[in-house]
């Protein structure tokens, strides 16, 4: 995937059971975040703040789970308290077609479908909210 570019479509249902589709979150700045829950977990729940104090400003939060089934998605998402949308990738066919080889991965993607940026391991959230903000002003 190149910056700038529109991203692949994304498909499947999140955990509560809704159609995960780039269309859901149309409007909105997207991150997206592929996770494993051997090494990526914590950080997962290190979003929850910002998504909270964020979403009202326009940004959307997928947390995409790669390699473990949906019931290891399920227990996470409770035990952190997370309300944003998240997808169990057990197959890792996503991760693939998005081309995430190393986890954490994380793509923010503006209102128009379009890569803006991709980050290869950690980030913090100061950093993510520096890469976000000016989108949302777009």
Not at 17 to 36: D, I
Not at 57 to 65: E, T
Not at 104 to 120: A, S, V, Y
């Amino acid at each position: 995937m190149v910056i700038g570019e529109v991203v692949p479509p994304l498909s499947g249902l999140d955990i509560q059971g809704e159609t995960v589709s780039l269309s859901r979150f149309k409007g909105k700045v997207l991150v997206l975040f592929f996770w494993k829950s051997s090494c990526c977990g914590d950080k997962l729940k290190l979003l929850e703040p910002y998504y909270r104090l964020n979403r009202d400003k326009g940004v959307a939060l997928l947390a995409i789970n790669t390699g473990d089934a949906r019931s290891v998605v399920e227990s996470f998402a409770a035990a952190g308290a997370v309300t944003f949308p998240m997808q169990s990738d057990e197959y890792a066919m996503t991760a693939r077609q998005y081309g995430v080889f190393g986890f954490p991965t994380l793509f923010i993607i503006d209102r128009q479908g379009m890569l803006q940026r991709k980050i290869m391991g950690d980030i913090s959230v100061s950093q993510l909210d520096k890469l976000v903000a000016p989108q949302l002003v777009q």
